[in-house]
């Protein structure tokens, strides 16, 4: 097929290996089922599950089938088209100067066949309800091939395709910044969804043990003597292990979706791309076009802060940031400062502009969160408080709302120790967050709209936030809670040029326009007309 | 950086940004009635029917429906009446400059360069009226400029000179 795809023009089936892939799914996804009744003659009961599995796989692969039979693809020089559905025929075209990223993929199920997906997506965001065009699957080499010619501009021109240099050489990395580093799988393990794989993976484990006929519930029981431990020991007990278990799941997850981990700079068709690589079974690589790269972001989640844990995401156009897969992440979770470093050089900048000092924020912004935290405590709590004394729920309820108040004041105290913002150069820098502190780096020139807003608490505070809107990464980035004065040199320099004919310097007097009902205005002149 | 802007540290007296240029409509307040008139009427039909017909709960239902009377009187005196001193609009050959706003006031800027779309476009409410909303967007979503309460003729008239500007100036937007 490899040599059909060099001509346009010509409509194109998927990989007939599929087919085949397709025909070892439904014998696989019966196993279960044969092997159950087969081996451990298990009770009809019990086997339903596994004839649902088969069920699931061979119906799955008979869409799948069906579905090759009614795709084709054509790659036109000025499109791509799909022509896909059994029941609803769909037509899709790309025009090929709109495709922005043109990745491959392969599940487990792809890679023993040969077989690749090929992800082209196009246009600005996932938000403009543009999906990427799918072709799922071509063989490996003719997927390296399309690859190659939708990422080529010269192959775009009306007229026979120019054969481009496929080969040798693309796939040599510029530079490698980043490797799979095996001791990060420590930033890896503490997590929340530790505890959901946990319970996933262990009722998963005790219906299918259950189902071979094995007492699951009676082994546990009889591990330990549960009733001399008493009620506080067993739930400190299985939250330990459920801790454990769902630590060791996490490691796992963290080997296969990263091994072989590469984060390198490659040749591309227009300058370079930035290319990470990755996967033990299920093999991925996002190639992303560095012409189009408008910064980059550090958060850290702030339980694990004190690890130095951080994930790395680069700011651009044309990738979506609420896709799962998040094709903006360039690194695994990791170390923060070997982030900042690898950031540092992918952006190019001379100075590390994560670790820039930053201007701290005013002591009202500390106020304004402290006054919230106040506010939602007693919105939370003065309920309860009613509820109780009207004796509808018992009084040790209130014991849980009282620590409220001191965890949220907390967290308005760490949420203003991670506000900071600086503009050092090209690039705007702007830090905040309280669940994830999130540093974000910011091409000036990439701001298309400035936001200045103000509440009416923040005007009596002398605060502001601005936000510097731009079409990459997620569409905007706030500075929240900037002194009135300093947040408007910030929006002044973020988008230079912009603001300036819209501002007047006053000596103090009270700005025209200003609106009623706001007698506190604190610093009559500071805050904007 | 600082020569950006250099009257910043230059004046003694405190920057800020100035009121755009335009006011908006008068019709507009009528405008921003109708909708608190159509939201709050709705809330406020709801709970007192819910008071007439559900005897069990009157002893609070009672103020939910004196709580809503008030956001309702609030939003159809104060917040329209708020609004037409905030809502200020402007287009120069370079930029679009906006601030709406009550309780919370937001200014927005964007450069014609990075203009996108510009339509007028009309509601139910701003047809009967002969309002119009202008709305400017960037590449970036959340980068659109909405000017509501303008007059429908001047909707269309600054949506097609702005048009034409923005189709001058070079570039991909984004």
């Not at chain 1, 370079?272 to 990755?278: A, D, F, G, I, K």
């Not at chain 1, 040029?497 to 609106?515: I, K, N, Q």
Request: charged share 20%; glycine share 10%.
């Amino acid at each position: 097929m490899s040599e059909r795809s060099e001509h346009a023009g010509r409509w194109e089936q998927l990989s007939v290996r599929m087919v085949l892939v397709d025909l070892t799914q439904s014998l696989l996804a019966t196993l279960p089922a044969v092997v159950a009744v087969g081996l451990t003659g298990a009770g009809r009961g019990q086997i339903w599950p596994l004839i649902g599995l088969a069920a699931f796989g061979i119906i799955g692969a008979i869409a799948d089938a069906w579905r090759w039979v009614f795709t084709r693809y054509r790659i036109s020089p000025a499109h791509v088209e799909l022509k896909s559905g059994v029941f609803v025929r769909r037509h899709r075209s790309i025009r090929r100067d709109r495709i922005r990223s043109v990745d491959v993929e392969a599940r487990l199920r792809h890679r023993l066949g040969g077989l690749r997906v090929v992800k082209i997506g196009a246009g600005q965001q996932a938000s403009d309800g543009e999906s990427a065009l799918e072709l799922d699957a071509l063989s490996a080499a003719d997927a390296r091939v399309l690859q190659d010619r939708l990422l080529d501009p010269r192959d775009t021109a009306i007229g026979d395709p120019v054969p481009s240099e496929v080969g040798p050489g693309r796939d040599e990395p510029l530079r490698v910044f980043a490797r799979f580093d095996p001791r990060w799988v420590i930033c890896n393990v503490f997590n929340a969804w530790a505890y959901l794989l946990a319970l996933g993976l262990g009722w998963g484990g005790f219906w299918l043990l259950d189902s071979f006929g094995l007492d699951v519930s009676g082994f546990i029981l009889g591990l330990l003597d549960w009733s001399a431990i008493g009620w506080a020991g067993t739930v400190a007990i299985v939250f330990f292990a459920v801790s454990v278990f769902g630590a060791a799941g996490l490691a796992v997850n963290y080997f296969t979706e990263y091994w072989n981990f590469e984060l390198a700079r490659v040749r591309g068709a227009e300058g370079t791309l930035l290319r990470t690589r990755h996967g033990l079974f299920t093999t991925r690589e996002v190639g992303r076009d560095e012409n189009r790269f408008r910064g980059a972001q550090i958060s850290e989640p702030v339980l694990w802060r004190w690890m130095g844990v951080s994930d790395t995401t680069v700011i651009t156009t044309g990738l979506s940031m609420w896709s799962m897969s998040q094709p903006a992440a360039i690194l695994p979770r990791g170390p923060v400062a070997f982030a900042r470093r690898v950031v540092t050089e992918v952006l190019g900048t001379e100075e590390n502009l994560f670790e820039a000092p930053l201007a701290r924020h005013p002591r009202a912004a500390l106020w304004r969160r402290l006054w919230w935290a106040t506010g939602l405590s007693a919105a939370m709590a003065l309920p309860l408080v009613g509820l109780a004394v009207a004796g509808v729920v018992p009084v040790a309820v209130l014991w849980p709302a009282a620590v409220i108040w001191p965890v949220s004041l907390g967290a308005a105290v760490v949420a203003f120790r991670a506000l900071g913002h600086a503009i050092r150069g090209p690039y705007l820098v702007t830090r905040s967050g309280l669940v994830s502190r999130a540093t974000t780096v910011l091409q000036r020139t990439a701001v298309s709209t400035i936001v200045v807003r103000e509440s009416l608490l923040q005007r009596r505070l002398g605060l502001c936030t601005v936000s510097a809107m731009t079409a990459a990464g997620y569409g905007g980035y706030d500075t929240p809670d900037i002194d009135a004065q300093d947040g408007l040199s910030f929006a002044l320099e973020a988008a230079p040029g912009l603001l300036d004919p819209f501002v007047t310097v006053t000596g103090g007097e009270e700005p025209e326009g200003s609106a009623p009902g706001d007698p506190g205005r604190r610093r009559a002149g500071a805050a904007f007309g | 950086m600082g020569d950006l802007w250099p009257a910043a540290g230059a004046a003694q007296g405190t920057v800020s940004l100035r009121p755009p240029a335009h006011a908006v409509e008068r019709r507009a307040i009528a405008w921003w009635m109708l909708q608190s008139l159509l939201f709050g009427g709705a809330l406020l039909a709801v709970s007192v029917i819910g008071y007439l017909f559900w005897e069990g709960a009157r002893s609070w239902l009672g103020f939910v429906v004196v709580a809503v009377a008030v956001l309702l009187v609030v939003d159809l005196v104060v917040e329209p009446l708020w609004r037409y001193r905030v809502h200020r609009w402007e287009t120069s050959a370079e930029a679009v400059y906006a601030r709406t706003g009550w309780l919370v006031r937001e200014w927005r800027a964007a450069p014609l360069a990075r203009v996108q779309t510009v339509d007028a476009v009309q509601g139910p409410l701003e047809q009967l009226l002969g309002l119009s909303t202008l709305r400017v967007t960037t590449a970036s979503s959340r980068g659109a400029i909405d000017i509501g309460g303008l007059d429908r003729d001047t909707a269309v008239r600054v949506a097609e000179e702005l048009t034409r500007i923005a189709q001058l100036t070079p570039g991909d937007a984004t």
